[in-house]
């Protein structure tokens, strides 16, 4: 009898937890949400109709469910109708996007509606182009869009949103992962409509007038125009970094600004992002809502804090429409449009339930961003301040009143703590897929946050309001002014020694350990929730044993990586920079491709591989056989042929045809031979990898 009133009393234990949390059961909305976009994604093939109808059918009856049970028993089965509602919906967005992707490697000549200037991450102008015709590919098979970087000098005011333009090209299909587990370009390009990357080493000839036909079209020729017209006004790299920041146009950023910016800690104050627009946002409505006060007959005559949360939505509207639309940019509308919506219902803006509401809206919407570091790094800042604010709130720390000078401590002390804050936050999210951290990031967040907010956005409010009249000249230096200082800060803390500090990247559950115990900790009510310090605990000591791979091949077979005590050894010092450039980062290490190459030179010096009796042999021959090389399929060897057909022997052969299908392919190497994994057995076989 023992065990049945064991189980009844934990059972009923589970039940009164559940109850403790129905308070606050929206706050676990975006959670399920999240667990089942996430499901969807983690996925090794790509569902069929049978499994989304009998999903559906599952959540159906949950909903149902849900108003005929008891009270008690509703929490759990609504969470599982949202985790399926989560998957389904991650689902039919994905299938939404379908759009045709290239199939082969393409070179000849590309028209196209020229939709979108920027430029690549080689510092390269970029086109992307709508209305593609590739010469004899039938347009069934022909990409929506393509997005094409420039070889051949050109100059960003030479080319027009919607003109219509001609050039020879390279296209190829979008590529899968540099290795195994990482980061899908395949997937990226898909939910953004890209069925085709490439470049060009020759000229751009426009043969057709701009067609501005269309909202879209003309938004985007206005962000071209107000772009020139900020760098007009602000000279250098101070008015590039003004375009950016207001159109979201970063096509005259230097790559030198931009290594300052990530080794500081400060590349977010580039993004336009939730900071953008809540200090925006903010600025307006607090000098609309204050402004209106100074005029006592008109404040005690009107709701003048509704008008200012209209008024700020609206220019949060404009700022979202000029700027480009991003999913970053959607992402902190959304936000900013949900804590405006809580002032209009006289509710607090800043709170939890802001955030969840927030954050559900967006992974309906946008599901792809929930495996992308924009949305978590926004949401873990956001949480963390929420909740670590709430509750020194209600402690008493932050309640008004006092002498001007505890007034200015105050502030003081909460400009430190949201820096500390959202620094530790994201942390974890930006060394896992940034492969580093900025040590003074807090010093460089503390020095150029504050000018940010008071200074630069205010100023670009005001320059935009007085253009009208001629009067945006002062606003416009002032603005101008704010960055130079950010840079400079930028600058000073990107040379300080030890400024950055390289991170292996882990597996992906590590940093649903952490990210996950840290959500639950902030979410759950009751003295259990310490509990979850125990998973994020384990997520940073797993981290601290990650173990890269001891082979990394790429997925044509050209680029070679193995692990030696100096660090990782590249078989080419040119070529395939991508990939090697991605390999090294994640493994930590601060080398370049270069010299990387210079590590070792010999199959002897791989000693993973020679500890564990294996030889190590790479041949870039087309008939190795032919070439006196059909003897080197020993026992006991791995043998790489990434351009020939196998050969006769005993050994362990990775061939051409091999990483044709599979793709990029790690090796381990231990008492049980060799363990090969490869980008096809971890990415699967869905929609955006066939």
């Known amino acids: 009898m ?93 299938h939404h996007m379908a759009a045709p992707v290239l199939g082969f490697h393409y ?88 069925g085709a990357i490439g470049y060009s080493r020759n000229p751009v000839l426009e043969f057709a007038p701009p067609d501005r036909g269309g909202l879209a079209m003309r938004l985007v020729s206005l962000r071209m125009q107000l772009a020139q017209e900020i760098r007009a006004r602000i000279p250098g790299q101070n008015g590039a970094f003004a375009a950016a920041i207001l159109t979201g146009d970063r096509s005259a950023i230097a790559p030198d600004l931009l ?96 955030v969840c509401l927030a954050g559900a809206i967006v992974l309906l919407v946008r599901p792809e961003s929930l495996i992308e570091a924009g949305f978590q790094m926004s949401f873990a800042a956001t949480m963390a301040l929420v909740a670590v604010f709430a509750w020194l709130r209600d402690l008493g720390w932050f309640i008004g009143g006092g002498s001007l000078w505890r007034s200015f401590l105050r502030n003081a002390l909460a400009l430190v703590l949201s820096s500390t804050i959202a620094g530790l936050a994201t942390a974890p999210v930006s060394a896992f897929h940034f492969n580093q951290i900025a040590q003074y990031g807090l010093l460089a967040n503390l020095a150029s946050v504050p000018v940010m907010g008071m200074l630069v956005m205010p100023s670009a409010v005001i320059a935009t309001l007085t253009a009208i ?63 979850a310090v125990i998973p994020v605990l384990a997520g940073f000591v797993l981290w601290s044993r990650a173990e890269r791979p001891p082979l ?6 050209r680029l070679m990586g193995v692990l030696t005590p100096e660090g990782r050894w590249l078989n080419r010092e040119k070529g395939s920079g991508f990939a090697a450039d991605s390999w090294l980062e994640n493994d930590g290490d601060a080398a370049t491709q270069q010299a990387a190459a210079l590590r070792a030179s010999k199959a002897e010096d791989f000693t993973g591989f020679a500890r564990a009796g294996y030889r190590l042999t790479y041949s870039w021959a087309k008939d190795p056989a032919a070439e006196g090389q059909g003897g080197l399929c020993q026992g006991r060897t791995l043998l790489i042929l990434p351009r020939a057909a196998p050969l006769p022997g005993p050994c362990v052969q990775i061939t051409a045809a091999d990483l044709t299908v599979a793709g990029s392919m790690a090796v381990w190497v231990g008492k049980d031979g060799l363990k090969i994994r490869t980008a096809r057995q971890l990415s699967g076989e869905r929609l955006w990898s066939r």
């Open 469 to 531: 009249i001629g009067l945006d000249a002062p606003f416009w230096a002032i603005m101008g002014a704010g960055i130079g200082w950010i840079l400079t800060v930028a600058a000073f803390v990107a040379g300080l020694d030890g400024a950055v500090r390289q991170v292996v990247k882990p597996e992906i559950l590590i940093l649903c350990l952490i990210g996950g115990g840290a959500a639950v900790g902030i979410l759950f009510r009751g003295r259990l929730a310490w509990l």
């Open 259 to 354: 290594v300052h910016l990530r080794a500081s800690n400060l590349a977010h104050l580039l993004a336009i992002s939730g900071l953008h627009m809540g200090l925006l946002t903010g600025f307006v409505f607090a000098a609309l809502r204050y402004g209106i006060a100074l005029w006592p007959w008109l404040a005690l005559r009107l709701p003048v804090k509704k008008l200012a949360a209209v008024a700020a939505f609206v220019v949060a509207s404009a700022y979202l429409a000029l700027s480009g639309a991003n999913v970053a940019t959607q992402r902190a509308f959304v936000m900013v449009a949900v804590m405006l919506l809580a002032v209009l219902l006289d509710r607090r803006a800043l709170t939890l339930r802001a």
């Open 2 to 94: 023992k065990g049945p009133r064991t189980r009844v009393r934990l059972t009923d234990r589970l039940i009164d937890i559940a109850e403790a949390q129905r308070g606050t059961l929206m706050l676990w909305v975006p959670v399920a949400l999240g667990a089942g976009t996430a499901w969807y994604f983690a996925l090794g093939f790509e569902p069929g109709k049978a499994v989304f109808g009998t999903l559906a059918g599952f959540a159906a009856a949950g909903l149902v469910a849900v108003f005929l049970l008891p009270d008690r028993a509703r929490p759990p089965v609504l969470a599982l109708v949202l985790v399926t509602l989560g998957f389904l919906n991650a689902a039919f967005s994905a």
């Open 107 to 194: 070179y000849g000549p590309v028209t196209g509606r020229v939709v979108d200037l920027d430029r690549s991450g080689s510092d390269k102008p970029r086109l992307t182009l709508d209305q593609v015709v590739l010469a004899r590919v039938n347009a069934a098979k022909t990409p929506d869009k393509v997005r094409i970087s420039l070889h051949y000098p050109i100059v960003h005011s030479d080319l027009h949103p919607g003109s219509r333009v001609m050039l020879t090209a390279n296209l190829s299909p979008p590529s899968g992962p540099v290795e195994p587990g990482g980061f899908d370009f395949r997937r990226y390009a898909w939910f953004r409509g890209l």
């Open 552 to 557: 990394l091949l790429s997925d044509n077979g």
